[in-house]
């Protein structure tokens, strides 16, 4: 049966939510925008870091031995956001003048947050609203493949689109066209949708509903960083690769 979506959004707190992801999304816009200046996106990536173990210690307790937890948590949570940072750091300036690089770490993080955000986002609506077909019912029963695919779309659209902004004469991501640059997008929302799930599985085994309460509507840090600490090493390998291959 399909789900109500007024009664979804109003139980969600769709006000709040939409308040406190706007405030949310500008921090973490402005820093990545500042980039590694002042340290402002390692110090957001420590914060997040910090309270990301905490909630993973708390979904597993029982389970796993105290240093097992924070062992494991600390790996779930500062390797993907070292490599966000990392992602950032990308700036190759002149170094490839034919392709027109200028700042090809912040047009790779804003596009790779951009499309996260805009899956989660694609999937929740589209799913809430047209959602017959179930993703994984015993994982995240709200999930369906209806609000999967959108979230694919959204995701495909962006990386083929927003990174023609950070190249000269309007090329794609690398110099490639769009339907590669969108196949990449696949790729990141793929892997979204599997960090999405992970966590889904996390919070079923914890028997709880969010993995925290410190983002009023959301559940949690980590239900707002599951998708992207799944994509962001994924992003990194195929940009390392790609960048490699194009200096070849």
């Not at 992801?21 to 500008?26: D, E, G, K």
């Not at 990301?52 to 924070?70: D, Y």
């Not at 695919?149 to 490639?176: C, E, H, K, N, Q």
């Not at 992970?198 to 559940?219: M, N, Q, Y």
């Amino acid at each position: 049966m399909k789900e109500e979506a007024p009664a979804g959004i109003q139980k969600a707190g769709f006000m709040t939510r939409a308040l406190t992801s706007t405030v949310f999304a500008l921090v973490w816009l402005g820093g990545v925008w500042l980039g590694l200046r002042f340290y402002v996106l390692p110090l957001l990536c420590v914060i997040v870091a910090v309270i990301g173990v905490h909630e993973f210690i708390q979904l597993t307790k029982g389970r796993l031995a105290t240093w097992a937890s924070v062992a494991l948590g600390c790996l779930y949570l500062v390797v993907p956001l070292a490599c966000l940072v990392r992602l950032r750091a990308y700036s190759f300036g002149g170094y490839l003048p034919e392709l027109g690089f200028t700042e090809v770490g912040l047009g790779l993080t804003i596009t790779l947050l951009f499309s996260i955000w805009g899956a989660d986002t694609a999937a929740y609506i589209f799913g809430s609203l047209f959602g017959r077909h179930k993703l994984s019912p015993k994982l995240s029963p709200k999930k369906s493949w209806e609000g999967a695919i959108a979230g694919f779309i959204v995701s495909m659209t962006f990386w083929a689109l927003l990174p023609r902004l950070f190249f000269s004469g309007g090329l794609g991501l690398f110099g490639l066209g769009a339907p590669s640059s969108a196949a990449f997008g696949l790729v990141i929302a793929l892997a979204g949708l599997g960090g999405d799930l992970f966590e889904s599985w996390l919070k079923r085994r914890a028997g709880v509903k969010d993995s925290g309460t410190i983002l009023p509507g959301h559940g949690g840090i980590l239900d707002r960083f599951d998708s992207l600490l799944a994509a962001a090493p994924i992003a990194l390998i195929l940009a390392a690769v790609m960048i490699t291959s194009v200096v070849r």
